[in-house]
């Protein structure tokens, strides 16, 4: 079979192929610990839960329009105005099955051979994959461990010319759980003003924070027109499964994410939507229970991780990945995801699945019971050893 050669140029993400792996090895009766996967491992909410099955039994069953509900139009609306302490309407706001839809059609819509597309690096594949995809060149911008995860905006500087498209941010950042903070984006905004790109602000992680408030570089003056606010459901609410999402357009880009959509997906299911408007309206609580417990976990795995002779870890302030250095171990990440899945029955994703800069780290999921996370420290320990030995 001929495939179109671009093809050739769409990536994945390697958190399902380990998975898979992972999961063939459990088939063979291997016990394996999952730290691979990012999605929060509790159960969504049961208000929400009921909503959606209200809302099946009321027949909400059928196609609705491409940009969603106008009941959960005007509630992510409502919820955004409110959260970033910006003035957003209805007409602004596209409901996605997923997030991640947000990405394809925002890169679709602007982006195509001959432009630059700036991505952090390391950042969550589907970027870069995307910006490939269609023919745009990638160009990434170093995160660095030594800013706690963050990029240099001298570094932004350089790497913008007047091919640069649009400029990826995703701040709390998965793989790195690294956060930028108001001062970070008034200095990324002060230099992107002199430059007529768009910003792709990827805050799914917005609600999984530990310490800090969440900021958008929409706030920021001049920016809003040129931001396209990605957020959805599937970290907050641990509704991973359920796949909505949203992104928050300039409105002249509106109409054309709508036909993106219509040519797409045609809609996302309607019966979720409600469940969404629930999420949005409903108790709060849950999501702080989860973040809480997120964060006790959070402090156990860095503190084990640290413990580990070979091993570094930063605390990361956001989302619920640790991205521990491990280039004393001397094996590639790869290498040594390799075998900690193989050899010590712990799924952990290589750093360099998420750029060339995340040579030396391991990307692992906290998103796992703490009997679990103390079982994988100890499997871990046990592998570094050897390698130190
Ligand atoms: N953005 C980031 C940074 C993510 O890590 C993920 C999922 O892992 C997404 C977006 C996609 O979210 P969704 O599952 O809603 O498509």
Request: hydrophobic fraction near 40%; aromatic fraction near 8%; include cysteine.
């Amino acid at each position: 079979m001929k495939l179109a050669e671009r093809m050739g140029r769409l990536g994945t993400e390697s958190a399902f192929d380990v998975l898979a792996r992972a999961r063939g090895l459990e088939a063979q009766g291997r016990d394996v610990v999952h730290l691979e996967i990012g999605e929060p491992d509790f159960d969504t909410p049961a208000h929400i839960v009921e909503a959606a099955s209200a809302a099946l039994r009321d027949g909400h069953t059928h196609y609705c329009p491409a940009l969603g509900l106008p009941e959960l139009r005007d509630a992510i609306a409502e919820y955004i105005s409110r959260t970033r302490g910006i003035d957003v309407s209805r007409d602004q706001v596209c409901v996605s099955p997923g997030a991640k839809p947000i990405m394809a059609w925002t890169i679709q819509a602007l982006c195509q051979e001959g432009d630059e597309v700036i991505c952090p690096n390391p950042s969550y594949p589907i970027y870069e994959s995307m910006a490939n995809f269609v023919g745009a060149t990638v160009v990434p911008l170093p995160i660095l461990e030594e800013r706690d995860f963050r990029f240099d905006p001298r570094d932004l500087q350089a790497r913008l010319s007047p091919r640069t498209r649009l400029v990826v941010l995703n701040s709390p950042a998965n793989p790195t759980g690294g956060f930028l903070d108001k001062t970070d984006f008034e200095a990324i905004a002060d230099i992107l003003r002199d430059h007529h790109c768009m910003v792709l602000s990827d805050e799914i992680y917005s609600r999984i924070l530990y310490a800090g408030e969440h900021y958008s570089i929409a706030c920021e003056p001049g920016m809003r027109e040129r931001t396209i606010l990605l957020d959805g459901f599937s970290k907050t609410y641990a509704m991973t499964g359920w796949r909505l999402g949203y992104g928050v357009f300039p409105r002249e880009l509106v109409p054309h994410i709508d036909r993106l959509a219509v040519n797409s997906v045609s809609c996302t299911a309607s019966f979720t939507q409600k469940a969404g408007v629930a999420a949005l309206n409903g108790p709060q609580g849950p999501v702080e229970a989860m973040v809480a417990e997120f964060k006790a976990r959070r402090d156990l795995i860095v503190e084990g991780l640290n413990s580990i002779p070979g091993i570094s870890c930063r605390l990361p302030l956001g989302a619920f990945y640790v991205f521990p250095n491990v280039k004393q171990l001397g094996l590639s990440s790869k290498a040594l995801a390799d075998r900690l899945l193989e050899e010590a029955g712990v799924a952990v994703l290589a750093g360099s699945a998420f750029g060339d800069h995340g040579e030396g780290y391991l990307r692992l999921s906290y998103a796992n019971s703490i009997p679990n996370i103390d079982k994988a420290l100890e499997r871990i320990a046990a592998l570094a050893s050897r390698l130190v030995a």
